[in-house]
């Protein structure tokens, strides 16, 4: 019995895009080159700006960088960036959301972000004043090898956001002149 394909409906909200046509969505490994579905997926942009790509190719990763780009002027009209960001759980039909524009534009239309559920963290230093401004990302292990996040940055006071499904997950926190002794920091999602 042969292996059917999937698709996924990939969607990556980019109001600055609006009027682009030609438009192909390249799925990259993060921080390389290749191109995972073959030479692109032709995509759509709609009048707010939210660009839309059915790949149907096996995925097989769980983290990807999108790329937009126009084959008629052979040029990139987005690169792959750390808010072009698309987590996949895995190959199963859907339709997912890339970048955290494409996330708070879903979760303002619908009341619920994709992927799970919001969950805020207080970053402290070690001497559990909070920390405004500072990047943080989440993985899945303490080598930081599977980031599943945007790098995102803490508020004023000290808050940042993720939309994480239920389970265990490890934060990496960076800002010039703050040290966190643990670093990362295992945490829990239930």
């Known amino acids: 019995m042969g292996e059917s394909m999937t698709t996924k409906t990939i969607k990556f909200y980019r109001p600055e895009l609006i009027g682009e046509t030609n438009l192909v969505m390249r799925l990259h490994l993060p921080g390389r080159s290749?191109?995972?579905?073959?030479?692109?997926?032709?995509?759509?942009?709609?009048?707010?700006?939210?660009?839309?790509?059915?790949?149907t190719e096996t995925l097989t990763r769980e983290l990807y960088a999108l790329s937009i780009y126009d084959p008629v002027a052979v040029d990139f009209v987005w690169t792959p960036d750390n808010d072009s960001m698309l987590w996949m759980p895995g190959d199963a039909a859907g339709t997912y959301y890339a970048g955290s524009h494409a996330l708070n534009e879903h979760a303002l239309a619908t009341g619920v972000p994709p992927g799970g559920e919001s969950f805020s963290i207080l970053i402290l230093d070690?001497?559990?004043?909070?920390?405004?401004?500072?990047?943080?990302?989440?993985?899945?292990?303490?080598?930081?090898?599977?980031?599943?996040?945007?790098?995102?940055?803490?508020?004023?006071?000290?808050?940042?956001?993720?939309?994480?499904?239920?389970?265990?997950?490890?934060?990496?926190?960076?800002?010039?002149?703050?040290?966190?002794?643990?670093?990362?920091?295992?945490?829990?999602?239930?």
Do not use: M
């Open 34 to 55: 290749a191109i995972i579905n073959g030479t692109g997926t032709s995509a759509t942009i709609d009048a707010d700006g939210l660009i839309t790509a059915n790949v």
């Open 126 to 190: 070690d001497d559990n004043n909070p920390v405004d401004h500072c990047s943080c990302w989440v993985a899945t292990d303490i080598l930081g090898d599977n980031v599943i996040t945007d790098i995102w940055e803490t508020d004023n006071s000290g808050t940042v956001d993720f939309v994480l499904n239920p389970g265990t997950y490890y934060l990496f926190r960076q800002k010039n002149g703050v040290n966190f002794t643990t670093n990362p920091r295992s945490f829990t999602v239930a």
